[in-house]
DNA sequence: TTGACATATTCCGTTATAGGAATATATTGA
DNA sequence: TCAATATATTCCTATAACGGAATATGTCAA
């Protein structure tokens, strides 16, 4: 089977770096697809389409004036992977906190001894 | 053209949810492959693919322990989802901040009137 | 060495995807 | 009504993705 439809799932929504780039446009100002399709150099359609599955999956809401079509971000739906990386903070933290710690020893070694402080040693 | 591999990027290989299923188990401890299977009752063969994936990306990491490879997360990677998100975070804070106003607002009126609180009106 | 176990890889078939080109729809103004 | 503008949709094609089955690789134990 290929992979799980784009059309009803964030994650996927947002795996497509164009599409991360709209809403990054996006988080600025309300755009309508005009300023979108120049800003970003890509086709229009390419734009519209992206902005379809946006919108199907509630990242995107639009508004029309005019001729225009203007689109603006409902990034409650990014709660949701905000929320799924979270989970997974301490990680991250917990490497920072290595290398800080390695950082403050190597210094306070190097200070008590005079030496240089050390690159990373290797391993854990 | 297809959708962006997904061997070379965090967002595609966490926009599988199989994977991230896995990423789950393994965010509680290192395990043998052999218990993901069993665990999400998945195919042998798919959950070595997925690890897969997770490896190249940098995900995951494995260590031989006899016959068996523990896979643990290196969940560093998804730092950057965590941040990319994040950036959109005061938008879901408007509106929940939103929603809890009116529900507030609505509360107040029905306490001061004797009615009962009026259900979500329309517009922004 | 052989066999059993654990995992990875390969091959295959199906399918959603993204882009491009062409076209359709909607809105405005004359 | 018609032309122009703005955007969406459709049709087409190439490709990567996933799952399944079969097979390969690696490790241990006898």
Redesign the pocket.
């Known amino acids: ?3 799980a ?3 009803s799932d964030v994650f ?1 929504a947002v795996a ?1 770096p ?1 599409r991360r780039e709209i809403l990054d446009l996006l988080s600025a100002s309300e755009l ?3 300023v979108i ?1 120049v800003r970003l150099r890509l ?11 946006l919108r199907r999956v509630g990242l995107v809401r ?1 508004r ?1 004036h ?4 203007f689109y603006r971000t409902e990034a409650l739906g990014l709660e949701a992977v905000h929320e799924w990386t979270k989970t997974f903070e301490r990680f991250w933290n917990h490497q920072l906190l290595q290398v800080k710690l390695r950082a403050e020893a190597a210094a306070k070694v190097a200070a008590t001894s005079g030496l240089n402080p050390t690159p990373n040693p290797q391993g854990e």
């Open positions: 089977m290929p992979r439809t784009t059309t996927n497509e164009r309508p697809v005009g399709v086709a229009q359609p390419s734009v519209s389409k992206h902005l379809g599955v639009a029309r005019g001729r225009q079509l």
